[in-house]
DNA sequence: AAGATTGTGCTAGCTTTCCAGTACAAGTCG
DNA sequence: CGACTTGTACTGGAAAGCTAGCACAATCTT
């Protein structure tokens, strides 16, 4: 019930650029085909490819022709704070039964209350 | 550079859904009105109307015609501890110079760790 | 060196969503 | 009661993104 099958370019990107920057990939391993990827999600091939594109365009991955794509060597984890306090945070939500999606909708919004609010009405 | 403008239906969805279930939109509160947000988001009407009517589908909110849209009495806070984690990891993100979006693909990511693989083939 | 693998590029068509403007119904407030 | 406010509904058109299939180039593997 994660509810959430990636089925866009943007959100199949986001999926692995989560899991680089928390570390579930690591430098240099390396991302399935985009074949494989575009299988995996249903999608068609120019999605996953446009996909991988956007993160090879951040510096996420590697891409040599042949070679498949793989995790950019360097430029991969985020700081242990930031993924430590996301487990606290997944865990906290989960046990209390709080969907990810409200969970993203609430760190989005607690995110947006620090900074000088935009909003004003 | 909060970047993020909200332009499509689900995305001003979202935007409410977090400022309520964290408590920034309390009981009763009113929210603007279908007008006032498609202005606001520069939307259209509908698609202002449509997040509208998303999240009274979801119960947060209660709409009565001539009286505007309110947040729903009851269903409103998610649990503390899930804001307080919520805040913490927006703290640590921002103190790291971690982009909102980076920090929510973490999330994600971190948060499917924990739950049996969905992925089926 | 030869064949298989893999990322890229392209076209055409389709589906979804949003836009814009307007009209209507239901409730509030003086 | 009467005027205003506000959410809803509708039409037709436009834009963005995905699908599907194929061809190509670069590299890896044997």
Request: hydrophobic share 45%; glycine share 10%; aromatic share 4%.
């Amino acid at each position: 019930m994660s509810g959430t099958t990636p089925s866009t370019a943007d959100e199949i990107a986001a999926l692995f650029r989560g899991a680089i920057r928390s570390g579930r990939l690591g430098d240099g391993e390396r991302l399935p085909t985009v074949r494989q990827t575009a299988k995996d999600f249903d999608v068609a091939q120019a999605t996953a490819a446009k996909a991988y594109k956007a993160l090879e365009h951040e510096g996420l991955v590697v891409t040599r022709t042949a070679a498949g794509t793989r995790v950019a060597p360097g430029a991969s984890r985020a700081p242990q704070a930031v993924i430590e306090r996301a487990r606290a945070l997944a865990e906290a939500g989960e046990d209390a039964g709080v969907s990810l999606e409200d969970v993203v909708a609430i760190l989005r919004a607690v995110w947006a209350a620090d900074q000088p609010g935009p909003e004003s009405h």
